[in-house]
């Protein structure tokens, strides 16, 4: 009886460490460098944790960090609104991990500014 116990413990561990390491905080972004990248959304995934674009800069495909899709939809911005080929601005701070990440702090889409956070 407490082997199948503790495999379903070490099982739960393992995975919710999985989802912590695929969460990583904010301070992995410079927050003292605002940039602004303009272009066509390539892809758009509407998910927890995070809702993520990519998006041409520079010759290269950003990922983009937005808010939650709850404060999307509480900020009046759908799935629809992003979808691929729909031109936005994002204004927000690099990634001081990954060469071509973003955290976003707002977004234009339609000339319409939509702050994230």
């Known amino acids: 009886m407490k082997l ?3 495999g379903l ?5 393992l995975l919710t ?18 940039m602004t990248i303009t272009g066509n959304v390539e892809r758009a995934d509407w998910e927890n944790p995070h809702v993520m674009v ?17 404060r ?5 911005l759908n799935p629809d609104m992003i979808k691929p080929g729909t031109q936005v601005r994002l204004e927000g ?9 973003m955290r976003a702090e707002r977004i234009v889409v339609s000339g319409k500014t939509y702050e994230l956070r």
């Open 93 to 101: 701070y690099p990634s001081t991990r990954t060469a071509t990440e």
């Open 9 to 13: 413990c070490l099982f739960g561990a």
């Open 54 to 70: 990519m998006v041409p800069y520079q010759g290269k495909s950003w990922e983009a960090v937005l808010a939650p899709p709850f």
């Open 72 to 76: 999307m939809n509480a900020r009046g």
């Open 17 to 34: 460490g999985g989802i912590a390491v695929a969460h990583h905080g904010w301070g992995s972004y410079d927050a003292g460098r605002v």
């Open 4 to 6: 199948p116990l503790f």
